[in-house]
T-cell receptor, first 120, second 113 residues
Framework: GAVVSQHPSWVICKSGTSVKIECRSL??????MFWYRQFPKQSLMLMAT?????????EQGVEKDKFLINHASLTLSTLTVTSAHPEDSSFYIC????????????????FGPGTRLTVL | LAKTTQPISMDSYEGQEVNITCSHN???????ITWYQQFPSQGPRFIIQ???TKVTNEVASLFIPADRKSSTLSLPRVSLSDTAVYYC??????????????FGKGTMLLVSP
C-alpha cells in the first residue's frame, strides 16, 4: 500500500517554543491531507483538512493561529504548533488522500505513523 | 449525533474467530464503510472497505446487510498480535462528495493466550 511518513516521530520541547511536524506522501500525490490529534486512551480527533495550494479548513474549536498548516506541494503538508504549552502534548497523526491516479487505492486515506509531542 | 457505534471492548483467545459489529443507522447512499486497526503509538492501518454485501481480503471479511445500517468485521483465527483498537468509519469517498473521516471510540480487542 501507499506510504505516508511523518517527521519527527517524537519531539520534546520547552513551553513557548514552536514545533513543526512534516507529513509526506512518499509514492502518491495527495492534494488533500488531514491532521488528527489523539490524547491517551482516546480516539483520533480531526483538527484540520490541508488542501494543496489553498488555506486549510479547521474543525470547530481548533485555533488556526496556533496550529499553522501549510500544504505547499502535492506530497508535503506541515503542521506548526506555535507557542506550545503542556496541554498541547499529544500524538499528532496525519493522513493523505490518494488523488494521484485512479486505481484500487484511489481516494483511499493512508495514515502516517504519528508524532509524539511532549511540551515541558 | 455519532455516525458509528461499536462495543468499547472485546476479549478473545488465540485461534478464535472474532466478529466486531458496528452500527451506522444514518449511513448515506454514497457512504462506504471502512475499518482501521490501530496499535498504541502508531497511526491507523487500513483493514478493509466495502459498500454492500460481503468483502474479503487476506486479513479479514466485512459483512454488510442489505439495509447497510450495520456492518461486521470478521477476523479469522486471531493471534496475540491482533490485540489493538479497531475503528469503523463511514464516509463518502467519491470525488464530488468526499467526506472527512470521523473516528468514533473504537473497539479495544484483547487477545489472550
Amino acid at each position: 500500500g501507499a506510504v505516508v511518513s511523518q517527521h519527527p516521530s517524537w519531539v520534546i520541547c520547552k513551553s513557548g517554543t514552536s514545533v513543526k511536524i512534516e507529513c509526506r506522501s512518499l509514492d502518491f500525490q495527495a492534494t488533500t491531507m488531514f491532521w488528527y490529534r489523539q490524547f491517551p486512551k482516546q480516539s483520533l480527533m480531526l483538527m484540520a483538512t490541508s488542501n494543496e495550494g489553498s488555506k486549510a479548513t479547521y474543525e470547530q474549536g481548533v485555533e488556526k493561529d496556533k496550529f499553522l498548516i501549510n500544504h505547499a506541494s502535492l506530497t508535503l503538508s506541515t503542521l506548526t504548533v506555535t507557542s506550545a504549552h503542556p496541554e498541547d502534548s499529544s500524538f499528532y497523526i496525519c493522513s493523505a488522500r490518494n488523488t494521484g491516479t485512479s486505481g484500487s487505492s484511489y481516494n483511499e486515506q493512508f495514515f502516517g505513523p504519528g508524532t509524539r509531542l511532549t511540551v515541558l | 449525533l455519532a455516525k458509528t457505534t461499536q462495543p468499547i471492548s472485546m476479549d478473545s483467545y488465540e485461534g478464535q474467530e472474532v466478529n466486531i459489529t458496528c452500527s451506522h443507522n444514518n449511513i448515506a447512499t454514497n457512504d462506504y464503510i471502512t475499518w482501521y486497526q490501530q496499535f498504541p503509538s502508531q497511526g491507523p492501518r487500513f483493514i478493509i472497505q466495502g459498500y454492500k454485501t460481503k468483502v474479503t481480503n487476506e486479513v479479514a471479511s466485512l459483512f454488510i446487510p442489505a439495509d447497510r445500517k450495520s456492518s461486521t468485521l470478521s477476523l479469522p483465527r486471531v493471534s496475540l498480535s491482533d490485540t489493538a483498537v479497531y475503528y469503523c468509519l463511514v464516509g463518502d469517498i467519491s470525488d464530488s462528495g468526499y467526506s472527512t473521516l470521523t473516528f468514533g471510540k473504537g473497539t479495544m480487542l484483547l487477545v489472550s493466550p
